[in-house]
């Protein structure tokens, strides 16, 4: 089975300053996806960026980038100028490429200070 | 376009009742999927379908069950609900290997 691994419950970030969100994995495929998910008090969880084992390029959604270390099994999150609206728990998932399941880390929840 | 919808938003429900939640997913989308959501257990994998045919379950009790409807809507139910059952339900669809759009979850809490 897949596990993922946040190992930061919490962190805090100034405003406009950048903050970076860890995860690693546990896996034995080579076919699968990341994915970094937000969920703000609204419940709903939004896709931040989604990443391909395949590729070498780390993804980037505008303020929002990856750094994707496939040998090491790792997978953090940076949010650059952070902005108020950042303020959610953000959560790592894997899903391996037969499968249709995700597999969500515990979360970490990030605050912005103004 | 309309994103994912549940319904209901919340729910009370008293021990021993059943209870069914809904999920129209994106037009379009045809694999749809549940979680569980709680503080102590985090996210947790119920049920994927695709085309009315589950093609994966999570590691639930027989009492949570769901379906999937022609227009790709998808019910779960839970049977002789627990007090461990209270928790947010959140249903996702998906296109392809695409990522997953989720809906705002369904709110259950059992008394």
């Known amino acids: 089975a897949q596990t993922v691994t946040q190992s930061q419950p919490e962190m805090s970030v100034q405003e406009a300053e950048t903050v970076t969100l860890s995860c690693t994995y546990d896996?034995?495929?080579?076919?699968?996806?990341l994915f970094w998910y937000k969920q703000p008090p609204s419940r709903q969880m939004i896709l931040v960026i989604r990443?391909?084992?395949?590729?070498?390029q780390n993804a980037t959604e505008n303020r929002f980038s990856v750094n994707f270390q496939k040998a090491a099994k790792s997978f953090s999150l940076k949010i650059s100028d952070s902005q108020l609206g950042d303020a959610a728990m953000y959560f790592c998932a894997y899903r391996s490429g037969n499968d249709y399941k995700l597999s969500f880390g515990a979360g970490t929840t990030v605050t912005v200070r103004a | 376009k309309a994103g994912v919808t549940q319904t209901p938003r919340y729910l009370i429900k008293t021990r021993g009742q059943q209870v069914t939640l809904s999920c129209s997913p994106i037009?379009?989308?045809?694999?749809v999927s549940w979680y569980q959501q709680t503080p102590g257990q985090g996210l947790q994998f119920l049920f994927e379908?695709?085309?009315?045919?589950?093609?994966n379950k999570g590691n639930f009790p027989g009492r949570f069950s769901g379906r999937q409807f022609s227009n790709s809507r998808s019910e779960m139910n839970v049977s002789t609900l627990e007090l461990g059952d209270s928790a947010l339900y959140l249903c996702a669809s998906s296109f392809g290997q695409g990522g997953y759009t989720f809906g705002s979850g369904t709110r259950l809490t059992v008394v």
């Open positions: 379908y695709f085309s009315e045919t589950q093609r």
């Open positions: 037009s379009g989308h045809r694999s």
């Open positions: 896996t034995s495929e080579s076919d699968y996806y």
């Open positions: 990443q391909e084992a395949y590729k070498q």
